[in-house]
């Protein structure tokens, strides 16, 4: 399998191609950190105890994972409802996912649109 050759950092650092470099590191984790400041918690997202009890109930109804079959964890919004409750509270908009493919594929897409 052929590797990849090494690369030069902005900060002048040679690193391997795969790897981040101390200094991006340090700048993801700063920015993160910014967008952690400015988010809303989650139950002022809409997340509060009557979201728990629906998801429960909805979960109960779908017990699988829309994409792998796999035991249902939690549920996603199909259309991201960016604080439109509206959307936030229409079931039809609700989909039963695992943890592993709403943390992977599904965050993967949504970053993607």
Known sequence: MPHKPARLCACGYKVAADVLCACQTKRA???KARF???RPSSSERGYDRAWQRASAEY???N???RRCGAPATLVDHIEPHRGNMRLFWNRANWQPLCT???SGAKQAEEKAR
């Open 29 to 31: 984790r700063e920015r």
């Open 36 to 38: 952690d400041a400015r």
């Open 59 to 61: 979960r109960r109804a």
């Open 63 to 65: 017990p699988t994972c």
């Open 100 to 102: 592993a493919c709403h």
